[in-house]
């Protein structure tokens, strides 16, 4: 276990295995489309959650992606969230799945669902690897959970402090030394994705 990890809350075992339970779930419930599927990864937080899901779906698809950017650098509570960086794929009547790596406050998939609505997919639908169930606002629906945690912050499998710790293999809760330290030590680096 890395040295900043308090504790693993979710193993790599763990993950594999609801990752291709959702995999399969989705491809049950898209398969058979007359077009491909579109897959919108919002960087950068679900690149490792999309990479391993699309390999249990053995159905047509494309890939898009989209930047949002919520914390502030070197902060662990959610600033508003921004589009960063827009669209790279033309959804217009297609069947769109949006993959996010953790619905906290929810004003990160409010923003998406909005924008993307706009583009008039045929359907959209979101996954999320992680909820945080104590904090999860009402009126932001989310069809695919992963898994429901507890309000604490995470690091691993995608996700990062400070752009840090994205390729830990499991889930794990980051020591608040870490976080401390560096808020009272540094200056927010910036918005990051
Ligand atoms: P929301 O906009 O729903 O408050 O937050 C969603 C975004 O905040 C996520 O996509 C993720 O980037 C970030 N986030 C929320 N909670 C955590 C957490 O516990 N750990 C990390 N690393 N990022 C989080
Ligand atoms: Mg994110």
């Known amino acids: 276990m890395h040295t ?16 291709q339970q959702l995999g ?16 919108i990864t919002v960087l950068n937080g679900s ?9 249990h779906m053995p159905i047509t698809m494309n890939l898009g992606v989209l930047g949002v950017s ?12 921004k589009i960063v960086m827009q669209l790279d794929t033309d ?21 998406i669902h909005e924008d993307l609505g706009k583009l008039k997919p045929a359907s959209l639908r979101t996954a999320v690897l992680l909820r945080k169930p104590a904090r999860a606002p009402s009126d932001v629906t989310v069809e695919f959970i992963g898994f429901d945690i ?8 995608g996700l990062d402090f400070d752009g840090r710790y994205r ?5 794990g ?9 560096s808020a009272a030590g540094t200056e927010p680096a910036g918005r990051t994705m």
């Open 4 to 19: 900043d990890v308090n504790k693993i809350l979710i193993t790599r075992e763990g993950l594999a295995d609801r990752v």
């Open 24 to 39: 399969r779930e989705m491809t049950t419930l898209y398969l058979g489309l007359d077009s491909p599927l579109i897959i």
């Open 47 to 55: 690149m490792v959650f999309m990479a391993d899901l699309i390999r």
């Open 70 to 81: 919520s914390y502030a650098g070197a902060t662990t509570r959610s600033q508003g969230a």
């Open 91 to 111: 959804i217009r009547d297609r069947h769109v799945l949006v993959i996010d790596d953790i619905l906290d406050t929810g004003n990160t998939l409010r923003l």
């Open 150 to 157: 507890e309000d604490r912050f995470v690091v691993g499998y």
């Open 167 to 171: 390729n830990l293999p499991y889930i």
């Open 173 to 181: 809760v980051l020591k608040p030394d870490c976080y401390q330290a």
